[in-house]
């Protein structure tokens, strides 16, 4: 082999990978990306049922039930619209009404959400980045979360909880 | 006062960072020895200056003194003294000083044992480190002073985050950062050769320790940090493809191309110039890894800082070194002369292909980690990659690379033999093939691609241990023989073989502990038996408990098998009374062989019943055992006896070295 089929070998070698991890990658992005919403872009935008996608609001006060064998159905507001929320299994340590929440899942046809993994932040003044971002921009920021949040420098770790699949 | 000191060795330190930034280099370009040795004695300085303003900080803390910001936010003085110390890196500022002090640690060993290096080398590589460690300096001390004084001192600090107050804080920080920080000595020498057009194997075996040193590191420092999360956050996951988490995996991907591809530019003079550009890449994605965990953009497990001031500051140290050392690369880099040729089918070109797989599978990460933080500010469309994205394409790309692992060292330099190094692997064949049939048989049939990758990992391993039996002639050879040979053997092909079958081991543990672990989640009253993998799992009772800092309630469950009973389990959930509100789930673990059964507590329920999840991991700490196995073949490696040939102390330098774990 010449030097210059050497190179052309290790060349086109190396381009076939990068092909190969391309189309992965592509078809990864595809079927496996997750979107953010909020109750009120999820009643403006009219998902469709069984399409997974991240749900970010507040937990409604009062609206917190306790089923048996560790069901449990909240509603998740932002302001502007409410959705309801099912969830089977042990919800994070600081899972609380009126805190912020992100729950991953998808719509049923009753129009309940689904959630299979519910998402909350290990502290008393955090409140998740994306769920902030879009109550910012409804205009329904009060002050006083941008006051606790900077109060504490140190917000901290994820908790997460994962059901039982339905 | 000890604050004030603190402060005014950091000052210090960043005032020493610049002479040496700057004076080395105006002497190489002079030729001045006298001016390039200024390097040295500014580098053991700028350690000494550091280190007093790092202890000046343990000080702080030890002594809660609340006078101080940081110390008030993220200590208490009930908290135990372990975690007072811990506590220093747990927070921004403190690591942002744990950086730094340990970028100066791994300027001055450089400084103290490299006398053997040509003086302008040195003279460049320190000069380098210097600018470095000047952006991060100005970074602390303008952005993130850890020694603010609070104008009225309050009685009682905030506390450490309940999470991070466990053990595993005391060891994954630094370790990660050993190896981050470990990486800008490659990248040092990198830009020392780019600007001083000059490379050579010799530049190779410099490297190549330095680079093993932070490979080694970081490889403990990620797999510490997922065991930590495994049973801290109480849900028994190990790896969540989480951003902080991709930000350690990247930089130690590109780190093990550059360990193999330093390998073939040593022996072989070959790969120069892409050595060089791995070398700068791996620092890169390691300051990339310290900008999205520390400027905020994420919001995950480790994200502590909020403040963008501090996001911009870091993003312009990240395009400023990564920006100028590509743009140093594209200009210089010609200027290198290319080295040996080889065969396709050859060690190099083995290697050659090991560093395509492990670029490329960095490549998926880098894009699944940074298309959503793209995504967001072009689009304004929020989207999570998550872990089926990494499974669909991360995955895909290791296989090749695992099937191709045992040929490597099988196969001669420059010319290989590939029917010979298959028909060598056969044995290792066979054993896969057995392997997978027996687990396909023991599982009946139940998933396909388990005992795929189960054989997979046993032929890796056999493979390592094949190359070992070929090269002792164990099976060939009187015992004395193979003993002897065993003996002669370089402890770098030791080393290979342990770190090889260390990856073989480690995805044995993860196809186990996803395919067959058992959970089990359900609320529990006392006396309630619940059967999980076949042991009998009965709830006992719950208790209150008075800790140093915090309350907890603790449930007994006694775990047997077989009628049998095997031992008592006591998983506890903490309310952290100094952080309202604040709790953690500590999760309780029984380990048998290499499985566990874990189990860990959720709420209680109105009626004296607790929600509980337990769950039988089988194998789960083969995860952990085979990153320990890749670090203990790359301190073999390491204490080879070519690594330590022509340096004036071998001896003493090595065992610093390693002093230094």
């Known amino acids: 082999m010449t030097r210059k089929q050497r190179r052309l070998t290790i ?100 129009g309940v959400f689904r959630a299979d993994t519910v998402l909350a932040k290990h502290d008393e003044t955090y409140m998740p980045k994306d769920v902030a971002d879009a109550l910012k921009k409804q205009g329904h920021w009060k002050d006083d979360y941008g006051a606790k949040a900077n109060a504490g420098t140190s917000q901290t770790a994820q908790g997460a909880s994962q059901g039982a699949k339905q | 006062m000890i604050a004030e000191t603190g402060h005014y060795a950091l000052v210090l330190a960043l005032a020493l ?25 500014t580098a053991l300085a700028q350690l000494l200056f550091v280190a007093l303003s790092f202890a000046a900080l343990v000080t702080l803390h030890v002594t809660s003194d609340f006078s101080v910001a940081n110390v008030f936010e993220n200590s208490h003085s009930l908290k135990p003294m372990i975690y007072k110390i811990t506590g220093v890196w747990g927070n921004h500022e403190g ?51 850890p020694f603010l004084r609070i104008a009225n001192p309050p009685i009682e600090g905030r506390d450490l985050n309940p999470v991070l107050q466990d053990i595993g804080l005391a060891v994954h920080p630094p370790m990660l950062y050993l190896g981050y920080v470990g990486f800008s000595i490659s990248f040092s020498f990198a830009i020392a050769a780019l600007l001083e057009g000059r490379i050579d194997a010799a530049w190779a075996r410099w490297v190549r320790p330095w680079t093993l040193v932070a490979w080694i590191f970081l490889t403990l420092g990620i797999a510490m940090g997922s065991y930590w999360a495994y049973y801290e956050l109480g849900w028994g996951g190990w790896w969540f493809w989480d951003p902080v988490e991709n930000a350690s995996l990247m930089p130690w991907l590109a780190g093990t191309a550059l360990l193999h591809s330093a390998v073939v530019m040593e022996k072989r003079n070959a790969l120069k110039v892409w050595t060089i550009l791995l070398s700068i890449l791996t620092f890169s994605l390691s300051l990339l890894g310290t900008f999205l965990v520390r400027s905020g953009v994420l919001t995950s497990v480790h994200a502590f800082a909020t403040d963008p001031t501090r996001g911009v500051f870091i993003l312009l140290i990240l395009c400023i070194f990564i920006g100028g050392s590509l743009t140093l690369y594209a200009w210089r880099a010609s200027a290198l002369k290319q080295g040996g040729l080889f065969a396709p089918i050859s060690r190099e070109g083995a290697l050659v292909l090991n560093n395509l797989f492990l670029t490329t599978a960095c490549a998926t990460v880098f894009i699944g980690t940074l298309y959503p933080l793209a995504l967001e500010v072009l689009t304004d469309d929020k989207i999570s990659v998550g872990p089926p994205f990494f499974n669909l394409t991360f995955a895909p790309l290791f296989v090749p690379l695992m099937i191709a692992m ?34 396909w048989a023991w599982t009946g049939g139940g998933s ?125 959930k903490r309310n952290f009374t100094t952080r309202a509100g604040a709790s953690t789930t500590e999760a309780a673990l029984l380990t048998r062989g290499f499985s566990q059964l874990y189990i860990s507590l959720g709420d209680v329920t109105g009626d004296g019943g607790i929600a509980v999840r337990i769950y039988h991991k089988p194998l789960v700490l083969l995860i952990w055992f ?34 230094a774990e």
């Open chain 1, 11 to 110: 060349i086109g070698g190396s381009l076939a990978v990068l092909a190969i991890a391309a189309a992965l990658v592509l078809n990864a992005m595809r079927d496996s990306i997750v979107f953010f919403s909020t109750p009120t872009m999820v009643a403006e935008k009219h998902i469709l049922p069984g399409r997974r996608f991240r749900l970010g609001g507040l937990v409604q006060p009062g609206t917190l039930k306790r089923g048996d064998n560790l069901a449990v159905t909240f509603e998740v507001a932002d302001g502007g619209a409410q959705l309801p929320v099912a969830f089977k299994g042990i919800l994070p340590d600081l899972f609380r009404e009126g805190q912020g929440v992100v729950a991953e899942g998808a719509l049923d046809a009753s």
């Open chain 2, 17 to 41: 960072a610049l002479i040496q930034s700057t004076v080395p280099i105006l002497g190489a370009r002079l030729n001045d020895g006298a001016l390039m040795n200024v390097a040295r004695s």
């Open chain 2, 95 to 145: 690591s942002m000083l744990l950086w730094v002090s340990i970028l100066a640690l791994f300027g001055g060993l450089v400084a103290a044992f490299g006398n053997n290096l040509p003086l302008s080398l040195r003279a460049h590589v320190l000069a380098v480190q210097a600018w470095i460690a000047s952006a991060f300096y100005l970074f602390i001390l303008i952005t993130s002073n």
């Open chain 2, 406 to 439: 045992p040929f490597g060292p099988m196969l001669a330099w420059k010319r290989g033999d590939l029917l010979g190094a298959m028909q060598r692997l056969l044995a290792a064949g066979i054993a896969a093939l057995v392997a997978l049939a027996l687990v």
């Open chain 2, 448 to 572: 396909t691609l388990a005992p795929l990758a189960i054989g997979l990992g046993v032929f890796v391993i056999a493979g390592a241990l094949s190359d070992l039996a070929e090269r002792t002639g164990v099976f060939r050879m009187p015992p004395a023989t193979a003993m002897r040979r065993a003996r002669g053997l370089p402890r770098s092909t030791w080393g290979t073989a342990f770190a090889h079958a260390g990856v073989g081991i480690a995805l044995i543990g993860i196809v186990c502990e996803t395919t067959w672990n058992t959970e089990y989640i359900a609320t529990m009253r006392p006396d309630d038996l619940a059967k999980v993998a076949g042991y009998d799992v009965r709830l006992e009772g719950l208790s209150q408990r008075q800790g140093p800092n915090f309350r907890e309630m603790v449930a007994q469950f006694t775990v047997g098998l077989d009628g049998e009973r095997l031992a008592v389990m006591t998983p506890s």
């Open chain 2, 626 to 659: 085979g990153p320990v196995l890749m670090a203990f073949g790359g301190l073999l490696s390491l204490s080879d006896r070519r690594l330590r040939v022509g340096a004036p102390k071998p001896a003493k330098a090595l065992r610093g070295l390693q002093a």
